[in-house]
């Protein structure tokens, strides 16, 4: 059942929207560009690529807005070295919040020993360094008997928040089509019915409109992951929801601005 909140402002819109600035095709020029938008609009980080986070934590340098670098992405299976290793090098320079993915062949072969461990090694740096850890299941991927004993070992394990999806989990349809779901009203219901309540959630994969950020944040979501930050808060300010309003949108923003790549 849909829980009700009560109408966020538009701050708080941007505030939840981590900026994903993760296509593989862009060049650092459109890196520093969606960059200025993170800062320009609030949000709560710019989500970047690993050798993206110096220029990050320089573009974003007191906006308040923080980097948050992925791990193992998009499909989570690196070594667990080389999580630890790319967890230890983002957050040493400068990366406040970790979105890692879990090694999906260990989950669905059962190793939940193996994943367990690799989680808790990637959350120790974290909780090292003070950043926050976000642990992507890439929900497309599995049944729901995955997903809810992801929930139990993030919440074992004292993660911060548990995340859908890359937007890069494409699977083979019967057709031959290869299809990404990403982020879905039942997986987010199931994955807070089963998280413990310090543990927090995040939704990702196909998130282009308000109404969509609404939804998920009426299931739970306190956390969203989105290329389309500005369609999404130019929407909102049109429909008028309540100020306050980021400064940089200087009383709007352009919603042809929010189309962006496929994927995230």
Excluded at 72 to 92: I, L, Q, W, Y
Excluded at 196 to 211: E, F, M, N, Q, Y
Excluded at 238 to 247: E, H, K, N, S, T
Aim: proline share 5%; with cysteine; hydrophobic share 40%.
């Amino acid at each position: 059942m849909t829980q009700h909140h009560p109408l966020p402002s538009v701050c708080d819109v941007a505030r939840m929207i981590d900026h994903a600035l993760l296509h593989p095709a862009f060049t650092d020029a459109q890196v520093l560009e969606g960059l200025a938008v993170a800062r320009r609009c609030e949000c709560a980080t710019a989500c970047v690529k690993p050798y993206s986070v110096p220029m990050a934590v320089l573009a974003l340098l007191g906006s308040g807005v923080g980097v948050c670098s992925v791990v193992g992405f998009p499909h989570g299976n690196s070594h667990t070295s080389m999580k630890v290793t790319e967890a230890d090098r983002a957050t040493g320079e400068g990366a406040s919040e970790i979105d890692v993915v879990v090694n999906v062949g260990k989950v669905l072969g059962g190793d939940w020993d193996y994943v367990r461990d690799e989680l808790r090694e990637v959350n120790a740096i974290c909780l090292a360094r003070r950043a926050i850890l976000k642990v992507i299941f890439e929900n497309d991927f599995l049944q729901e008997s995955h997903i809810v004993r992801l929930c139990e070992l993030c919440t074992e394990l004292g993660v911060a928040f548990v995340k859908t999806s890359t937007g890069y989990g494409f699977v083979r349809q019967p057709d031959g089509s290869f299809l990404s779901r990403g982020a879905t009203e039942e997986h987010i219901q199931l994955m807070r019915r089963h998280s413990g309540p310090k543990v927090r959630l995040k939704a990702a994969g196909g998130i282009r409109s308000l109404d969509d950020l609404l939804r998920f944040r009426g299931l739970g979501a306190t956390r969203i992951g989105t290329s389309a930050t500005e369609a999404i808060l130019a929407e909102a300010v049109r429909r008028g929801l309540p100020g306050p309003v980021p400064a940089g949108l200087g009383g709007g923003a352009s919603a042809a601005a929010g189309a962006a790549p496929a994927g995230y």
